[in-house]
Protein backbone atom coordinates (compact mmCIF):
# COMPACT_ATOMS: atom_id res chain seq x y z
CA UNK A 1 0.00 0.00 0.00
CA UNK A 2 1.40 3.50 -1.13
CA UNK A 3 2.15 6.34 1.73
CA UNK A 4 0.22 8.77 -0.83
CA UNK A 5 -2.04 8.49 -4.05
CA UNK A 6 -2.25 10.96 -5.69
CA UNK A 7 -5.18 11.30 -8.88
CA UNK A 8 -4.32 13.68 -11.65
CA UNK A 9 -1.68 13.76 -13.81
CA UNK A 10 -0.77 17.29 -14.62
CA UNK A 11 1.67 19.71 -13.66
CA UNK A 12 0.42 19.66 -10.40
CA UNK A 13 0.16 15.59 -9.37
CA UNK A 14 4.05 15.34 -11.08
CA UNK A 15 5.65 17.74 -8.75
CA UNK A 16 3.89 17.09 -5.77
CA UNK A 17 4.81 13.05 -6.79
CA UNK A 18 8.37 14.34 -7.09
CA UNK A 19 8.91 16.29 -3.96
CA UNK A 20 7.21 13.62 -1.83
CA UNK A 21 9.52 11.19 -3.14
CA UNK A 22 12.30 12.96 -2.34
CA UNK A 23 11.35 12.81 1.00
CA UNK A 24 11.23 8.68 0.54
CA UNK A 25 7.81 8.24 0.96
CA UNK A 26 5.96 5.28 -1.27
CA UNK A 27 3.90 7.14 -4.17
CA UNK A 28 1.25 6.08 -6.56
CA UNK A 29 0.07 8.57 -9.28
CA UNK A 30 -3.02 7.84 -11.29
CA UNK A 31 -3.92 9.56 -14.08
CA UNK A 32 -6.87 9.22 -16.61
CA UNK A 33 -5.49 9.61 -19.71
CA UNK A 34 -1.79 10.26 -20.77
CA UNK A 35 0.46 12.08 -18.30
CA UNK A 36 0.25 15.93 -18.68
CA UNK A 37 -1.79 16.07 -21.81
CA UNK A 38 -4.31 18.01 -20.64
CA UNK A 39 -4.40 21.98 -19.61
CA UNK A 40 -1.12 21.22 -18.58
CA UNK A 41 0.41 20.42 -22.23
CA UNK A 42 -2.18 23.14 -23.93
CA UNK A 43 -0.70 26.19 -21.94
CA UNK A 44 1.33 28.67 -22.98
CA UNK A 45 4.04 28.13 -20.33
CA UNK A 46 3.82 31.92 -19.79
CA UNK A 47 5.66 31.86 -15.71
CA UNK A 48 3.82 34.59 -14.58
CA UNK A 49 0.22 35.85 -14.28
CA UNK A 50 -0.91 37.98 -17.39
CA UNK A 51 -1.67 41.20 -15.97
CA UNK A 52 -0.40 40.01 -11.98
CA UNK A 53 -1.67 43.46 -10.51
CA UNK A 54 -5.41 42.60 -11.28
CA UNK A 55 -4.73 39.19 -9.88
CA UNK A 56 -5.86 38.11 -5.80
CA UNK A 57 -2.50 38.14 -4.25
CA UNK A 58 -2.46 34.37 -3.16
CA UNK A 59 -2.44 33.93 -6.82
CA UNK A 60 1.22 36.21 -6.99
CA UNK A 61 2.61 34.83 -3.82
CA UNK A 62 2.69 31.18 -5.11
CA UNK A 63 3.73 32.80 -8.61
CA UNK A 64 6.52 34.18 -6.82
CA UNK A 65 7.76 31.48 -4.84
CA UNK A 66 7.77 29.61 -8.41
CA UNK A 67 9.33 32.14 -10.70
CA UNK A 68 12.43 32.05 -7.81
CA UNK A 69 12.39 28.15 -8.31
CA UNK A 70 11.88 27.59 -11.64
CA UNK A 71 15.68 27.83 -13.18
CA UNK A 72 17.13 25.55 -9.95
CA UNK A 73 14.02 23.24 -11.21
CA UNK A 74 14.79 23.36 -14.87
CA UNK A 75 18.28 22.69 -13.93
CA UNK A 76 17.49 19.62 -12.18
CA UNK A 77 15.52 18.20 -14.64
CA UNK A 78 17.98 18.63 -17.04
CA UNK A 79 21.01 17.12 -15.48
CA UNK A 80 18.61 13.97 -13.98
CA UNK A 81 17.01 13.75 -17.15
CA UNK A 82 18.70 14.84 -20.10
CA UNK A 83 15.40 16.70 -21.34
CA UNK A 84 16.11 20.03 -21.28
CA UNK A 85 12.13 22.14 -20.32
CA UNK A 86 13.47 25.09 -22.15
CA UNK A 87 13.62 28.16 -19.63
CA UNK A 88 14.08 31.22 -21.19
CA UNK A 89 13.98 34.69 -19.75
CA UNK A 90 12.22 35.98 -22.72
CA UNK A 91 10.66 39.26 -20.61
CA UNK A 92 6.99 40.03 -21.21
CA UNK A 93 6.02 43.57 -22.96
CA UNK A 94 2.65 44.70 -22.22
CA UNK A 95 1.22 46.95 -25.39
CA UNK A 96 -1.88 47.83 -23.29
CA UNK A 97 -1.32 51.64 -22.93
CA UNK A 98 -4.33 51.71 -19.70
CA UNK A 99 -1.98 49.31 -18.10
CA UNK A 100 0.55 51.46 -17.11
CA UNK A 101 -0.61 53.45 -14.23
CA UNK A 102 -1.87 49.98 -12.33
CA UNK A 103 0.99 48.48 -12.99
CA UNK A 104 3.54 50.75 -11.60
CA UNK A 105 1.25 51.36 -8.82
CA UNK A 106 1.22 47.76 -8.01
CA UNK A 107 4.45 46.05 -5.52
CA UNK A 108 5.02 42.77 -7.35
CA UNK A 109 5.90 39.94 -4.15
CA UNK A 110 9.31 38.94 -6.09
CA UNK A 111 12.32 40.81 -7.03
CA UNK A 112 10.70 41.47 -10.85
CA UNK A 113 10.76 45.31 -12.60
CA UNK A 114 8.06 46.65 -14.17
CA UNK A 115 9.15 49.40 -16.81
CA UNK A 116 7.34 51.85 -18.35
CA UNK A 117 8.49 52.19 -22.11
CA UNK A 118 7.58 55.09 -24.53
CA UNK A 119 6.89 54.82 -28.42
CA UNK A 120 10.31 54.75 -29.48
CA UNK A 121 11.50 52.18 -27.06
CA UNK A 122 8.88 49.57 -27.54
CA UNK A 123 10.08 48.61 -31.33
CA UNK A 124 13.55 48.29 -29.76
CA UNK A 125 12.41 45.77 -26.88
CA UNK A 126 10.55 44.07 -29.86
CA UNK A 127 11.51 44.75 -33.68
CA UNK A 128 8.63 42.53 -35.11
CA UNK A 129 5.96 44.66 -33.81
CA UNK A 130 4.45 46.30 -36.64
CA UNK A 131 2.00 48.99 -36.36
CA UNK A 132 3.34 51.99 -33.83
CA UNK A 133 2.21 51.61 -29.98
CA UNK A 134 1.93 55.05 -27.39
CA UNK A 135 3.62 53.12 -24.66
CA UNK A 136 4.45 49.98 -23.04
CA UNK A 137 5.30 47.70 -19.70
CA UNK A 138 8.44 45.95 -20.04
CA UNK A 139 8.61 43.10 -17.65
CA UNK A 140 12.46 41.73 -18.21
CA UNK A 141 12.72 39.26 -15.79
CA UNK A 142 9.53 37.05 -17.31
CA UNK A 143 10.54 33.56 -18.14
CA UNK A 144 9.04 30.85 -20.00
CA UNK A 145 8.76 26.82 -20.17
CA UNK A 146 7.94 24.68 -22.53
CA UNK A 147 5.49 22.96 -21.04
CA UNK A 148 5.11 20.07 -23.07
CA UNK A 149 8.78 19.38 -22.40
CA UNK A 150 8.30 20.16 -18.47
CA UNK A 151 6.11 17.23 -18.90
CA UNK A 152 8.32 14.85 -20.53
CA UNK A 153 10.98 15.48 -18.22
CA UNK A 154 9.00 15.22 -15.11
CA UNK A 155 7.62 11.65 -16.56
CA UNK A 156 11.31 10.65 -16.87
CA UNK A 157 12.19 12.03 -13.47
CA UNK A 158 9.82 10.05 -11.68
CA UNK A 159 10.38 6.57 -13.50
CA UNK A 160 13.43 7.57 -12.72
CA UNK A 161 12.72 7.53 -9.01
CA UNK A 162 10.61 4.44 -8.62
CA UNK A 163 7.44 5.94 -8.32
CA UNK A 164 4.24 3.78 -9.62
CA UNK A 165 2.39 5.43 -12.14
CA UNK A 166 -0.73 3.79 -14.18
CA UNK A 167 -1.96 6.07 -17.02
CA UNK A 168 -5.10 5.37 -18.64
CA UNK A 169 -6.61 4.70 -15.46
CA UNK A 170 -9.86 6.46 -14.39
CA UNK A 171 -10.79 7.03 -10.98
CA UNK A 172 -14.36 6.30 -10.92
CA UNK A 173 -15.15 6.27 -7.26
CA UNK A 174 -13.08 7.67 -3.56
CA UNK A 175 -12.99 4.50 -0.85
CA UNK A 176 -14.12 5.86 2.65
CA UNK A 177 -15.00 4.34 6.01
CA UNK A 178 -16.22 6.35 8.62
CA UNK A 179 -15.17 9.55 7.00
CA UNK A 180 -11.85 8.32 6.95
CA UNK A 181 -9.90 8.04 3.17
CA UNK A 182 -9.12 4.80 2.31
CA UNK A 183 -8.13 4.44 -1.53
CA UNK A 184 -9.64 4.57 -4.81
CA UNK A 185 -11.96 2.47 -7.17
CA UNK A 186 -10.51 2.29 -10.76
CA UNK A 187 -12.44 1.20 -13.84
CA UNK A 188 -9.68 -2.25 -13.23
CA UNK A 189 -9.35 -3.06 -9.52
CA UNK A 190 -9.54 -0.91 -6.34
CA UNK A 191 -5.94 0.75 -5.11
CA UNK A 192 -5.42 1.32 -1.02
CA UNK A 193 -3.30 4.49 0.27
CA UNK A 194 -3.21 6.03 3.41
CA UNK A 195 -3.62 9.34 2.74
CA UNK A 196 -5.27 10.16 -1.42
CA UNK A 197 -4.42 13.75 -3.06
CA UNK A 198 -6.79 14.90 -5.71
CA UNK A 199 -4.81 17.03 -8.10
CA UNK A 200 -7.42 16.62 -11.43
CA UNK A 201 -7.33 20.15 -12.72
CA UNK A 202 -11.18 20.34 -14.09
CA UNK A 203 -12.33 17.15 -13.23
CA UNK A 204 -11.52 16.97 -9.97
CA UNK A 205 -14.84 18.41 -8.49
CA UNK A 206 -16.90 16.01 -10.38
CA UNK A 207 -14.98 13.10 -8.17
CA UNK A 208 -15.16 15.02 -5.15
CA UNK A 209 -19.19 15.61 -5.62
CA UNK A 210 -19.75 11.76 -4.62
CA UNK A 211 -18.86 12.68 -1.16
CA UNK A 212 -21.56 15.41 -0.83
CA UNK A 213 -19.07 18.39 -1.21
CA UNK A 214 -18.81 20.82 -4.11
CA UNK A 215 -15.84 22.17 -5.12
CA UNK A 216 -16.56 25.05 -7.53
CA UNK A 217 -14.04 24.03 -9.65
CA UNK A 218 -15.07 24.16 -13.54
CA UNK A 219 -13.83 23.66 -17.06
CA UNK A 220 -13.17 26.79 -19.17
CA UNK A 221 -12.12 26.02 -23.46
CA UNK A 222 -8.65 27.84 -24.29
CA UNK A 223 -8.28 27.75 -28.06
CA UNK A 224 -4.83 28.23 -29.14
CA UNK A 225 -2.73 28.04 -32.34
CA UNK A 226 1.08 27.34 -33.23
CA UNK A 227 3.01 29.49 -36.15
CA UNK A 228 6.18 27.86 -37.61
CA UNK A 229 7.92 30.80 -37.79
CA UNK A 230 11.91 31.47 -37.86
CA UNK A 231 14.14 31.20 -34.65
CA UNK A 232 14.24 34.66 -33.23
CA UNK A 233 11.56 36.23 -35.62
CA UNK A 234 9.81 36.73 -32.62
CA UNK A 235 11.97 37.56 -29.00
CA UNK A 236 9.36 38.46 -26.47
CA UNK A 237 6.61 37.44 -24.91
CA UNK A 238 4.02 40.03 -26.44
CA UNK A 239 0.66 40.38 -24.58
CA UNK A 240 -2.12 42.74 -25.68
CA UNK A 241 -5.70 42.86 -24.91
CA UNK A 242 -6.08 39.59 -23.11
CA UNK A 243 -4.00 37.62 -26.02
CA UNK A 244 -0.56 36.61 -25.83
CA UNK A 245 2.22 35.41 -28.85
CA UNK A 246 5.18 32.91 -27.35
CA UNK A 247 8.37 32.86 -29.34
CA UNK A 248 10.09 29.43 -28.30
CA UNK A 249 13.61 28.88 -29.26
CA UNK A 250 13.02 27.20 -32.48
CA UNK A 251 10.78 29.77 -33.58
CA UNK A 252 7.48 28.09 -33.25
CA UNK A 253 5.02 31.10 -32.20
CA UNK A 254 2.11 30.48 -29.92
CA UNK A 255 -0.85 32.52 -29.88
CA UNK A 256 -3.37 32.15 -27.48
CA UNK A 257 -6.07 31.94 -26.26
CA UNK A 258 -10.10 31.70 -25.76
CA UNK A 259 -11.96 32.03 -22.27
CA UNK A 260 -15.14 29.33 -23.41
CA UNK A 261 -17.64 28.13 -20.13
CA UNK A 262 -18.30 25.10 -22.86
CA UNK A 263 -18.46 22.46 -20.57
CA UNK A 264 -15.81 19.29 -21.28
CA UNK A 265 -15.77 19.78 -24.82
CA UNK A 266 -12.68 20.41 -26.40
CA UNK A 267 -13.90 20.70 -29.97
CA UNK A 268 -11.92 23.77 -31.71
CA UNK A 269 -13.54 26.24 -34.13
CA UNK A 270 -12.96 27.79 -36.97
CA UNK A 271 -13.76 31.57 -35.63
CA UNK A 272 -11.40 30.63 -32.66
CA UNK A 273 -8.59 30.11 -35.18
CA UNK A 274 -9.28 32.92 -37.48
CA UNK A 275 -9.24 35.55 -34.61
CA UNK A 276 -6.07 34.49 -32.96
CA UNK A 277 -4.38 34.59 -36.47
CA UNK A 278 -5.69 37.77 -37.39
CA UNK A 279 -4.65 39.21 -33.82
CA UNK A 280 -1.34 37.27 -34.09
CA UNK A 281 -0.38 38.98 -37.74
CA UNK A 282 -1.62 42.45 -37.14
CA UNK A 283 0.70 42.40 -33.66
CA UNK A 284 3.62 41.08 -35.82
CA UNK A 285 2.98 41.47 -39.61
CA UNK A 286 5.87 38.93 -40.54
CA UNK A 287 3.74 36.08 -38.94
CA UNK A 288 1.84 36.60 -42.02
CA UNK A 289 4.30 34.18 -44.14
CA UNK A 290 4.58 31.70 -41.34
CA UNK A 291 2.82 28.91 -41.97
CA UNK A 292 0.04 28.16 -39.55
CA UNK A 293 0.56 24.52 -38.34
CA UNK A 294 -1.45 23.58 -35.57
CA UNK A 295 -4.48 24.69 -33.59
CA UNK A 296 -5.56 22.87 -30.83
CA UNK A 297 -7.89 23.29 -27.17
CA UNK A 298 -7.81 22.21 -23.33
CA UNK A 299 -9.78 22.88 -20.47
CA UNK A 300 -8.69 25.21 -17.81
CA UNK A 301 -9.72 24.29 -13.90
CA UNK A 302 -11.66 27.32 -13.61
CA UNK A 303 -12.13 28.62 -9.69
CA UNK A 304 -14.27 31.66 -8.76
CA UNK A 305 -11.66 34.21 -8.18
CA UNK A 306 -8.60 31.97 -9.68
CA UNK A 307 -7.18 31.43 -6.05
CA UNK A 308 -6.40 27.58 -5.98
CA UNK A 309 -8.20 25.40 -3.24
CA UNK A 310 -4.97 23.84 -1.70
CA UNK A 311 -5.01 21.98 1.70
CA UNK A 312 -7.26 19.14 3.57
CA UNK A 313 -11.03 18.53 2.66
CA UNK A 314 -13.01 19.33 5.49
CA UNK A 315 -14.94 16.61 6.34
CA UNK A 316 -12.72 13.03 4.91
CA UNK A 317 -9.34 12.72 6.69
CA UNK A 318 -6.54 11.60 5.07
CA UNK A 319 -8.01 13.69 1.55
CA UNK A 320 -6.44 16.45 0.48
CA UNK A 321 -6.78 18.75 -3.12
CA UNK A 322 -5.09 20.69 -4.85
CA UNK A 323 -7.35 22.13 -7.98
CA UNK A 324 -8.72 25.10 -9.25
CA UNK A 325 -5.74 27.42 -10.77
CA UNK A 326 -7.31 28.50 -13.63
CA UNK A 327 -4.81 30.75 -16.39
CA UNK A 328 -1.99 30.27 -13.82
CA UNK A 329 -1.62 26.80 -13.47
CA UNK A 330 2.00 26.56 -15.01
CA UNK A 331 3.23 29.25 -12.92
CA UNK A 332 1.74 27.97 -9.90
CA UNK A 333 2.75 24.67 -9.62
CA UNK A 334 6.23 24.32 -8.23
CA UNK A 335 4.70 26.60 -5.27
CA UNK A 336 1.48 24.28 -4.90
CA UNK A 337 3.21 21.19 -4.92
CA UNK A 338 5.62 22.33 -2.39
CA UNK A 339 2.76 23.88 -0.25
CA UNK A 340 0.32 20.42 -0.14
CA UNK A 341 3.59 18.73 0.21
CA UNK A 342 4.33 20.54 3.15
CA UNK A 343 0.99 20.30 4.87
CA UNK A 344 1.21 16.77 4.05
CA UNK A 345 4.28 16.26 6.15
CA UNK A 346 3.87 18.59 8.67
CA UNK A 347 6.56 20.98 7.43
CA UNK A 348 6.73 24.63 8.46
CA UNK A 349 5.22 26.23 4.74
CA UNK A 350 6.62 27.27 1.97
CA UNK A 351 3.71 30.68 2.04
CA UNK A 352 0.74 30.91 4.54
CA UNK A 353 -1.25 28.07 4.08
CA UNK A 354 -4.74 30.14 4.98
CA UNK A 355 -5.65 31.87 1.91
CA UNK A 356 -6.03 28.24 0.09
CA UNK A 357 -7.46 26.27 2.57
CA UNK A 358 -11.05 24.86 1.40
CA UNK A 359 -12.78 25.73 4.48
CA UNK A 360 -15.48 28.47 3.87
CA UNK A 361 -14.85 28.60 0.44
CA UNK A 362 -16.88 25.37 -0.87
CA UNK A 363 -20.34 23.83 -0.06
CA UNK A 364 -22.00 20.69 0.77
CA UNK A 365 -23.89 19.45 -2.25
Not at 339 to 348: E, F, G, Q, W
Request: overall charge negative; aromatic content about 6%.
Amino acid sequence: MADFLIVGGGLIGLLTARNLSKMGAQVTLVERGQLGQESSWAGGGILSPLYPWKYPQPINVLSGWSQAYYPTLAQELLADTGIDPEYVRSGLLILDADERAPALAWSPPAAQSIVPVEAAEVRRIEPALGQEHPGAVWMPEVAQVRNPLLVAALKRDLALRGVHVAENTEVTHLLTRRERIQGVRTEYSEIRADQVIIACGAWSATLLKELGYELPVMPVRGQMILFKARPRQLQRIVLSEGHYLIPRRDGHVLVGSTMEEVGFDKTVTEQARDDLATIARRLVPSLADAPLERHWAGLRPGSPSGVPFIGAHPKVEGLYINAGHFRNGVVMAPASAQLLVDILTDHPTAVDPAPYALAGRSHAA
